[in-house]
């Protein structure tokens, strides 16, 4: 006998994908190449260092169009989600999901971001989507722009770094709303937001090589810039229809300060403000912190604003936070400088295990998170993804023991049912990811987060036939009885 979790009976329980992860089918109805379909998969002897992956310039995308080199570009292919779609919906229902967050990718929608009309072939995809959730009867949660701008924007526009830019994604934004708010109530702008000041090149466009690091950093927060007016004029839009919410989604880079030596208290307490508050506090306050201004005027940044650029901010914040948590790490002044190498860092934890990536596994830095966000913000939280990348075989019975996971989900859940306890107002939770994708950020097949396997391998060979791991039955039970 396990131990029973308190949860309430209308919890949302769920999963997550990104379109660029799952769907495949790049070339097909008028869809255009967005930028993470234009970077190639790279073997790497250390999976922890994805330097090797990031060599992306503005000629290796043009050069990925054509292909000449026969590299393979993973998020073209996915899991096949485009022609599996009704497969895999039946399957989540039955392992008892309520909700599924997916991503719409604005590739199919604008190809070139600047057609009057949107594409009706890609349309009618998501509406077929849409409609199987309906007949499962399982909620959606959509993510507008899954690190996936089209390609064209960031070829003739210049990306996010362009204010034009932020009315094609209106567009694109209230098209898609207009035509699927009957069946999307809950819907988030731009995936893990904050992650672009990090990966300009992944999130936001290209790195240009020959800039400096101050004027790249200036460059990817004027594009944030962008995006978060972009996101609040969406927000703005969506008052039309009483029935839909608009929330924030960001990476949450939980840290602790390495020890007790104040220097390194202090040094956490900037680098969190900086790497997360700062996204939640736009957002949710409506407002740059101050702290904020005091980093941009030291740094050397200044943000281009239009007149009521502050007022839009102030008036349209997001109804709801949701964030993804899948470790956390330590801060000391040691570790230096914000530079370009150590942007991502994470510190050590002597008291936490880490996956094969370095991710380190932390169930009581989740109730520990929660906390923080439900003290300083006071809106309804949402987990949109959380879970575990590792890799994988079918055995001999065609499933996968994946007990690791299992302790990985079970633990997580049940300092989510603390923190409930604790009068955080949690509203749901979608696991990352209920069937194996191609990995965002090592553009791997081999890194699986399922509960269902999937017969493909880095380059795509398999049979992309889909089998249950043991901690699909252990969820579908999980979901009835609440224990773990
Ligand atoms: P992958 C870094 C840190 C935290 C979350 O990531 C991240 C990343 C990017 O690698 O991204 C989110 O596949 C993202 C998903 C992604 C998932 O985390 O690199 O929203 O698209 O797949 C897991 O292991």
């Known amino acids: 006998m396990g131990k029973k979790l308190e949860f309430p009976q209308e919890f949302l329980w769920g999963g997550a994908t990104a379109a660029t992860q799952i769907e495949g089918a790049y070339d097909v109805d008028g869809k255009s190449l967005s930028i993470m379909e234009m970077i190639p998969f790279v073997e790497l002897e250390d999976r922890k260092d994805l330097s090797k992956t990031r060599n992306l310039t503005m000629q290796s995308f043009l050069d990925s169009i054509e292909n000449k080199k026969g590299l393979h570009y993973p998020k073209r292919f996915g899991n ?155 927000v703005e839009y969506s008052k039309k229809y009483e029935h839909i919410k608009i929330g924030c989604m960001v990476a949450d880079t939980t840290t602790y300060p390495l020890d007790c030596n104040p220097i390194n208290v202090l040094e956490n307490q900037q680098k969190e403000q900086m790497k997360k508050f700062f996204y939640y506090d736009v957002m949710i306050k409506g407002e740059y912190p101050s702290y904020s201004k005091r980093f941009f005027k030291e740094i050397g940044v200044n943000l281009e604003m239009a007149s009521g650029d502050l007022e839009i901010l102030k008036n349209n914040p997001v109804e709801f936070i949701t964030f993804s948590y899948y470790m956390s790490s330590t801060i000391s002044k040691e570790m230096g400088e914000l530079t370009e190498g150590n942007l991502m860092r994470l510190g050590k934890n002597p008291f936490l295990k880490a996956t094969d990536w370095g991710w380190q596994i932390d169930p009581l830095g989740l109730r520990y998170t929660l906390n923080q966000l439900w003290d300083r913000y006071q809106v309804p939280l949402f987990i949109s993804e959380n879970g575990i990348g590792v890799l994988e075989k079918l055995n001999a019975n065609n499933t996968v023991e994946d007990d690791y996971r299992i302790d990985y989900l079970g633990q997580h859940f049940e300092q989510m049912s603390e923190a409930i306890k604790d009068g955080v107002d949690l509203f749901g939770y979608t696991m990352w990811t209920p069937i194996d994708v191609v990995s965002a950020g090592s553009n791997e097949f081999s890194k699986r987060y399922g509960m269902i396997f999937v017969d493909y391998d880095d380059y795509h060979n398999g049979t992309g036939d889909r089998y249950l791991k043991k901690s699909y039955h252990w969820f579908k039970n999980f979901m009835e009885t609440k224990e773990i």
């Open 80 to 234: 096949d989600f485009y022609h599996r779609y009704k497969e895999d919906i039946r399957l989540f229902k039955e392992a008892g999901l309520k909700i599924f967050r997916m991503s719409i990718a604005w590739t199919r929608i604008f190809p070139n971001g600047d057609e009057k009309e949107p594409n009706q072939k890609g349309l009618e995809f998501y509406r077929n989507v849409f409609e199987e959730c309906k007949k499962q009867g399982l909620e959606v949660m959509v993510t507008m722009n899954h690190f996936d701008t089209p390609f064209p924007i960031i070829q003739n526009y210049n990306g996010w770094k362009n204010r034009e830019v932020i009315d094609m994604y209106l567009k694109y934004a209230k098209v898609i709303i207009d035509e699927f708010n009957q069946y999307v109530k809950y819907w988030l702008p731009f995936n893990e937001i904050n992650l672009g000041v990090l990966f300009s090149a992944i999130a936001t466009g290209e790195e240009d090589a020959s800039k400096s690091f101050v004027e790249k950093l200036a460059a990817t927060y004027q594009e944030l810039h962008h995006q978060f007016i972009a996101q609040a004029k969406v």
